[in-house]
Structures are given as C-alpha cells and as structure tokens.
C-alpha cells in the first residue's frame, strides 16, 4: 500500500448535518489502496491564496465506482473553502495515511462506537465487515436528535443504537453508558471521537474481562508471546482500538504537532496512529 499524491475529482457535496458535510471525490488510486481507519491530508485554499493542508478520515472507499468520501465538519477557512469547490473540480489529496483498523480473522460480531464526527472516523469499517460476513453494531452519540448521523447513510446489515445527550433521539445519555449492553456480544470494538469519550471506553475494556467471568478471547488469543506495543499484529488481539483526532501540521511524522501521551512515551497520531490499541494510551486517571 503506497502512499500517493492524487488530483481527486469531486463528484458530489452535501450538507448532511448542521454544519457537517460529506463530500464524494472520484479518486481510483485511494478507493482500491485505503484501509478503514486512514486518512488523506488535502490541500484547501482560502481567498487570501494561502494555502492550507488539512487531514480527514476516509469515510468511505469503493474500488469499483473509484470514489471516496469524506465526512467533515466546516470548523474553519480550510473546510469552509471546501464546501465551495464545484462539481468537476479537482483537490490535492496526499494518500492513504496512517495506520488502520486491524480485525481479528476470528472476530464475527464488531462494536463501533462513534461520538459526533467521529463517526467518519469509523464509518468504512461497516463495509469492510460487512464484505467479510460480519456482525455490525454501531453506538453512536450526539447532542440531540439534530445531530444524529442519518441512518439512511449507513448499510442495511447495521444495527444502529443512538443516544444523545438531551434524551431527544434513543437513550437519554452518553453513548458510552450503551456499550455494557454489547460487550458479551462483541468479539472487538472500535471507536472514534472525544477524548473523554475514549477514555471512558478504555476504562470500560479494561474491566470487561472480568465481569465477563471468563477471559473469553483473551485466553484463546493471548497463548504464549505477546506482540510488540503498536505492532498491527498487538492492535489485532486487542479488545479496543481507538482512532484518535488530533490536531495536524505535516500529517506525515516531521512535525511532531499531533504527539499523544503513550504508555511508553509521545505518539504520533498521524504515523503511529491515527489508530491504536487502548492499551498503548496512557488514559488521564479521571475517566
Ligand atoms: S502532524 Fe506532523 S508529526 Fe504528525
């Protein structure tokens, strides 16, 4: 998988959310190369001329039309200009990035849980498990019912469970309350969005084995040596991944802007993630 530069062609754009949009792009190369969990870095202009690069997560990605999607929230000059590219128009897009979701070949039944924009950090990883014969359920969280990803967006085969923090769409909460619920069923989870959010979920899988009672997979995973920290062969035994957001510069390593706290020292989210085992975060106490 080689990461390229490529002149993506937008093809569709719309507003699907307040302030969110999902844009389509005809880009061959990162449809067929991407796995679920990377990202592209895109070069944005604003009126000034100046020029911006910003990193998004490959929401979708479909080898045999060529397009990917990106699902964004306009925060700023960068993605405000992007809302204003025209149909036909091309973007620099540097991809695919990052190091992604990793399924246990033995998992059927995958958990995601998305908070807010997150869920574009997670959203190709539904058809990913669906092509390969796999339970899915997503959890997903949002402020109220206004800001509830569309189902109509997501696969058929999904199980979509909502909670919102006003009660006015699913259950009245956090998303992160919905995961006990799940977590017997669930082989693996995977998750994208606030920090808090995926500090809590960490809290969670490090607990879940014993009230399991039974080290369900671990036992039957874990036999004998264990992988290196950060090895995509550790992320696939692990019960929890997490795609971290984090603010980019270079979005390829040099920079060192977009470092998080490890348990065995700085991370770079946008070269050692953006996705990781939970048990390679150093997770803030509080949670
Ligand atoms: S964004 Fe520059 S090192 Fe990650």
Redesign the pocket.
Known sequence: MTMRLVAAELVDSRQILPGQWLQSFHAPELASGSRAGQFVHVRTGDYSGLVLRR?FSINTADPATGIITLHFRMVGRGTEWMTRVREGERLDMLGPLGRPFEVDPRSHHLLLIAGGLGMAGVRMLADEAIRDGRGITILFGALSASHVYPSSLLPDEVEYVVATDDGSLGHHGYVTELVPDYEAWADQAFACGPQPMLARLAQLAAGRRDRLGVAKLGRKRGGGKSDPLGSAAARRKSFLQVSME?T????????????VIGVEGPL????EGPVFAAEEIAWPASA
């Open positions: 990193p984090q980019m510069g270079c979005a390829v390593g040099a920079c060192l802007g977009c470092t770079r989210v946008c070269r």
